[in-house]
């Protein structure tokens, strides 16, 4: 099972669908509030270059935005 984290917000609706799709997917994955995690904002625009949300992190494989194609490629799925 790949570790996936996503870095997300309260307000963000692509964040909703990202975590959606995943629990639709039976993936785990750990949910990142950047809104409220100054500190982890901070290591989520380091790893993406990004300040927008959803990034994920894949095993490494950062991608941004809820894009359906690329996070079921890194998943396997």
């Known amino acids: ?3 996936v ?3 997300s917000t309260s307000t963000c609706s ?3 669908m990202t975590k959606e799709f995943l629990k639709k997917n039976n993936i785990q994955f750990e949910n990142i ?3 409220i995690d100054r500190k982890a904002s901070q290591e989520m625009v380091d790893l993406s270059d990004q300040m927008g949300v959803p990034v ?3 095993d490494g494989q950062i991608i941004v935005g809820f894009d359906k194609d690329a996070i079921s490629k890194a ?3």
């Open 1 to 3: 099972m790949p570790k």
């Open 5 to 7: 984290k996503v870095y």
């Open 14 to 16: 692509y964040c909703a």
């Open 33 to 35: 509030d950047v809104g």
């Open 56 to 58: 994920l992190n894949i």
């Open 75 to 77: 998943l396997g799925i």
